[in-house]
């Protein structure tokens, strides 16, 4: 049994995300998706609850065809420890997906296989694109799976972003 971990905060989860699990789902048997920074919600850069992103991200992987645990994971402001943190909550992994340089070199030092996937345009399809998008009130629904699109509605996540970025 091959299990494959991804990490990130999916704020929201996009449509560069699915990419990436649909082709790791190619290479392993399960997989297992580390929803980053859980304890995070109502703020600008991660307007979205551990619950809400665990939703969007069932939703959309419905017909992945490989099974997909998906895990909040609480920041530990504690990197020598982080991996230990992140294994204490996952099934086991043999392998971790990541482009950021300092998960790989923090799994690396803990002796984890990492796989670099490739970046999806990655000028529209990021996290920081789409809820600007979302605040200006542009096109922000064909970045993101239609499962996302519909999370987002029921939460009325976008009037939730746009009240949060306001001052008193
Ligand atoms: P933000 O702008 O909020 O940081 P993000 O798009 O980078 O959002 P994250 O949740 O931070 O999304 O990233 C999770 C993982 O997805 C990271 O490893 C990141 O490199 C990767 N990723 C982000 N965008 C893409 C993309 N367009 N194609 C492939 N991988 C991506
Ligand atoms: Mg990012």
């Known amino acids: 049994m091959r299990r494959g971990f991804y990490i990130g905060r999916f ?11 649909e082709g790791i789902a190619e290479e392993v048997d399960e997989i297992i998706i580390g929803v980053g920074s859980a304890q995070l919600s109502h703020d600008t850069q991660n307007p979205f609850t551990a619950g809400e992103r665990v ?9 992945l065809g490989c099974p997909a645990y998906v895990i909040p994971i609480e920041d530990l402001r504690r990197n020598a420890l982080w991996v230990a943190h992140v294994t204490s909550m996952t099934p086991p992994f043999d392998i971790c997906y990541t482009s950021n340089p300092l998960v790989i070199q923090l799994f690396k030092e803990a002796e984890i296989t990492i796989k670099s996937p490739p970046m999806y345009l990655r000028e529209t399809l990021s996290g920081t694109a789409i809820r ?37």
């Open 132 to 168: 600007q998008k979302i605040l200006n009130g542009e096109d922000w629904e064909s970045c993101v799976p239609p499962e996302v699109v519909e999370v987002i509605h029921e939460i009325d996540g976008e009037n939730r972003l746009r009240t949060i970025s306001e001052t008193d």
């Open 11 to 21: 704020q929201p989860y996009h449509n560069g995300h699915q990419a990436v699990l």
């Open 55 to 63: 939703l969007m991200i069932t939703r959309a992987l419905k017909d």
